[in-house]
């Protein structure tokens, strides 16, 4: 009975907190939550996430390496079914989610190798193999959702910032392969007394190499990306000197325009003053006028 409670507080509640709460963070930043399933209420957005991970975790308990498959396929169906957003990019959303926490368990799991070897003054190589009490599965658990709350925060932002040159699905299709590798890898463990075996480690390489092209796309997507932003900034460099232009075209015409208005009193004014037989104060007007141009155009 102490086991059990211990396996409750310190392993299942914890583990299926963390990433239900991750996964309420994460997954409304990106995606358009849905109000006909449920509200757009985070609090009911974790609760269902808590529900089917905490069951799934139990699985994961009996049947380590087939609770993962299981885990996986909780998180998804809910992306699924509480997002309004097309199917790509819900499973796009779910990939980089499910890479972020790889990442972070990945992380913490070597900080915890680290103090083992620290403490006991040995090399340990297996965080699973190493973890023996509750206890220290709770400390994983923990490091693993303060970093995963960390790098969330960043990522988040980012996505929605750069929305607009940043594929969902590009992100996807680059950790993709670790994805599946990590599923396939689950599958052979569980099935290593089977005479499926050899087939299965067929089926492993076999996706790998198809994951090559996957990568390869994702790769020419973005330099394609790329080509296009570079080519928008010239058209926008284009566009700002043809601007710049017109803009002085349209000062040169105001300052044509204003000379040929000067022109014209100046004229007017000469014709007055002949008409009129004061001759010598047209000479004096119109010296005054020549005195305004350069030295070498009053000789002209």
Not at 67 to 75: E, F, R, Y
Not at 140 to 168: C, E
Not at 225 to 252: A, G, N, P, W
């Amino acid at each position: 009975m102490v086991y059990i409670l211990n396996y409750l507080l310190c392993s299942l509640l914890p583990a299926s907190f963390s990433i239900s709460c991750c996964a309420a963070l994460f997954f409304p930043g990106i995606l358009t939550p849905s109000g006909k399933f449920l509200s757009r209420s985070r609090i009911r957005i974790f609760l269902c996430f808590m529900i089917s991970t905490a069951f799934a975790i139990v699985v994961k308990y009996f049947y380590q390496n087939f609770g993962t498959w299981v885990l996986q396929l909780a998180l998804v169906l809910w992306v699924i079914l509480l997002f309004t957003d097309t199917l790509k990019r819900k499973l796009s959303a779910f990939l980089i989610y499910i890479s972020i926490m790889m990442i972070s368990e990945s992380i913490s799991g070597s900080l915890i190798l680290s103090l083992y070897a620290l403490l006991h003054g040995e090399a340990a190589y297996n965080i699973y193999y190493t973890l023996s009490t509750t206890w220290e599965i709770l400390l994983m658990t923990t490091l693993t959702f303060l970093i995963a709350l960390l790098i969330i925060s960043k990522v988040v932002p980012l996505l929605k910032k750069y929305s607009h040159s940043i594929h969902l699905t590009t992100l996807a299709e680059l950790v993709f392969p670790a994805q599946v590798s990590s599923l396939i890898t689950g599958l052979i463990l569980y099935k290593e007394n089977s005479p499926w075996y050899g087939w299965l480690i067929f089926l492993y390489w076999l996706i790998e190499f198809l994951c090559y092209f996957i990568v390869l796309r994702a790769f020419r997507n973005i330099y394609a990306r790329e080509k296009e932003h570079e080519l928008l900034v010239q058209q926008m460099d284009f566009t700002r000197k043809q601007m710049e232009f017109s803009q002085e075209m349209e000062k040169e015409y105001r300052s044509v325009r204003k000379w040929n208005h000067d022109m014209e009193n100046h004229l007017f004014s000469l014709n007055y003053l002949i008409n009129t037989k004061k001759y010598d104060e047209a000479e004096k007007y119109l010296e005054s006028l020549l005195s305004d141009l350069p030295p070498e155009k009053r000789n002209l």
